[in-house]
């Protein structure tokens, strides 16, 4: 049984692009959560998926934004990067609103 | 504002000790509080948790104690190993019993070392 899958693993990008990372939950979940780590810091919540809408959503900007697509999977978009959005990307996911299980996460660089 | 204060930010114990991580909430609606454990470059990987109607919660070498009246929650990891050695996170939700939409908020995180 596959755990929380997240592609891809390491992404550089420069200010002002777009990135687009995804996330496969495990199977039987349905609910998919967004969380940004900063280094040394704790997972800030960015937003939550289910039946495919964003369902609770954390202090982020609008240059955050997400879908969930029919097969649970999930993307973030970040939009007109900024140096600041260097991060560990961490996606979990949930049956409902039991136990959160995270994925390894996405590196994003931003130069 | 943080909601769910953790500390100490690191610690450094023998093998066979036994590291108390500890955090406190302010939200009382809070009703579920897990524990996480992230090695480097990994994601955060559930250890164990524990809901506010029992005070004390144990799986294998991990426990949890559980003080509803004073905020409070504790790790406890009993026999350390130097595998144990990675971040430990507490983290707190609220709506399991609502059925309402819930995020995590997490702790700011506790460097544990254990030597040999």
């Known amino acids: 049984d596959a755990g929380v899958t997240q592609s891809p693993t390491h992404l550089i990008k420069t200010r002002g692009q777009q990135v687009t990372l995804r996330c496969s939950p495990k199977?039987?979940?349905?609910?998919v959560s967004w969380y940004q780590q900063a280094l040394g810091q704790g997972p800030q919540f960015i937003f939550q998926?289910?039946?495919?809408?964003?369902?609770q959503r954390g202090n982020f900007p609008d240059r955050f934004s997400g879908h969930q697509f029919p097969n649970y999977s999930s993307e973030l978009n970040v939009n007109a990067l900024l140096l600041g959005d260097s991060a560990l990307y961490l996606c979990a996911s949930s049956f409902s609103l039991y136990e959160q299980y995270f994925g390894p996460g996405t590196r994003l660089t931003v130069t | 504002q943080q909601q769910v204060k953790q500390s100490p930010q690191s610690l450094i114990v023998q093998k066979g000790g036994i590291p108390i991580i500890n955090c406190a909430y302010e939200?009382?609606?809070?009703?579920?509080f897990p524990w996480y454990q992230q090695f480097p470059g990994k994601g955060p990987a559930l250890l164990i948790a524990i809901r506010p109607d029992v005070s004390e919660k144990k799986e294998g070498r991990f426990t949890i104690s559980f003080n509803k009246s004073a905020k409070q929650f504790s790790l406890h990891i009993m026999d350390s190993q130097p595998g144990d050695s990675a971040t430990y996170f507490c983290?707190?939700?609220?709506?399991?019993?609502?059925?309402?939409?819930?995020?995590?908020?997490f702790g700011t995180g506790t460097r544990l070392q254990v030597t040999l």
């Open positions: 998926y289910y039946e495919e809408e964003e369902r």
């Open positions: 983290a707190a939700k609220k709506g399991f019993n609502t059925g309402t939409a819930s995020k995590l908020t």
């Open positions: 199977s039987g979940h349905d609910t």
């Open positions: 939200n009382t609606a809070f009703d579920y």
